[in-house]
């Protein structure tokens, strides 16, 4: 009895696991050090647009991050091991029908005190695969 509830336990866990990892179309990490900034262009339709982030101050174990979408500017803080561990940009407005915007969820991830650099994931949530999401290298 016990082994089928094992079992039963061990393939909810997967099926979830895999449902949560669906949602999201595209997954990019990231790491940087302090002023770095790392740039992705969002491609749909005709439009090109840039998205790019990059963090300023690590204290208290809080992260100051700047990020900006379409030229609109915004600051978060984000902390390890709680709810405020990421931020959410919608990428293009929400049209007529009951679906959510694609969106990019920037998650900070680690902090790595001796290469002062910080962590991140970056996944791209588009469930009509509407968007293009490409990163811009850094030129060296």
Do not use: C
């Amino acid at each position: 009895m016990q082994i089928i509830v094992r079992i039963l336990i061990t393939v909810a866990v997967l099926l979830f696991s895999t449902l949560d990892a669906i949602e999201f179309a595209d997954m990019h990490e990231i790491s940087l050090k302090k002023d770095e900034q790392t740039k992705f262009l969002v491609k749909y339709n005709n439009y090109i647009r840039e998205f790019k982030f990059r963090w300023t101050l690590y204290t208290n174990d809080g992260l100051v991050m700047f990020h900006s979408y379409d030229a609109k500017l915004a600051q978060n803080v984000l902390y390890l091991n709680t709810i405020n561990q990421s931020f959410k940009v919608f990428l293009k407005p929400k049209s007529s029908g009951a679906y959510e915007a694609p969106y990019l969820l920037v998650k900070f991830k680690e902090f790595d005190f001796g290469k002062n650099k910080a962590k991140f994931e970056v996944f791209l949530s588009d469930k009509k695969s509407q968007i293009k999401l490409e990163k811009i290298k850094k030129k060296s």
